[in-house]
């Protein structure tokens, strides 16, 4: 089973998109989902978490302009991205937190131009 992210695109600096991810029922309940990222020639990184509860957490970089959140009707998750940077454009993930191995899908191209 893999989780497919969807939403990406080319957006300007300062500019804002929204990511979606659809699991399962399976996957998704009782599970903390997170949103990841790997940038061109660097490792994948966690951007953004959110519990089963819906306590929410953020890498350092993103913190104040991204924001995670989970519609528990809908198994699915969300990023909103504002205040978009360059430094901002990978390949953005969704898992589960912590993340298995068999649950990486194709992942949606996030690119921010300057």
């Known amino acids: 089973v893999q989780l497919q992210a969807s939403g990406g695109g080319l957006v300007q600096a300062g500019g804002s998109l929204r990511l979606s991810c659809t699991s399962s029922?399976?996957?998704?309940?009782?599970?903390?989902m997170g949103w990841y990222r790997q940038a061109p020639g660097k490792q994948r990184e966690s951007v953004a978490g959110?519990?089963?509860?819906?306590?929410?957490n953020y890498a350092d970089s993103v913190k104040g302009r991204f924001t995670i959140s989970r519609d528990n009707a809908k198994n699915t998750v969300y990023l909103q991205m504002d205040s978009l940077n360059p430094e901002d454009t990978a390949v953005y993930y969704c898992?589960?937190?912590?993340?298995?191995?068999?649950?990486w899908g194709r992942g949606t191209q996030v690119t921010v131009s300057s």
């Open positions: 898992n589960t937190r912590p993340p298995l191995s068999s649950f």
């Open positions: 029922t399976r996957i998704f309940s009782n599970n903390h």
């Open positions: 959110v519990t089963s509860g819906g306590n929410t």
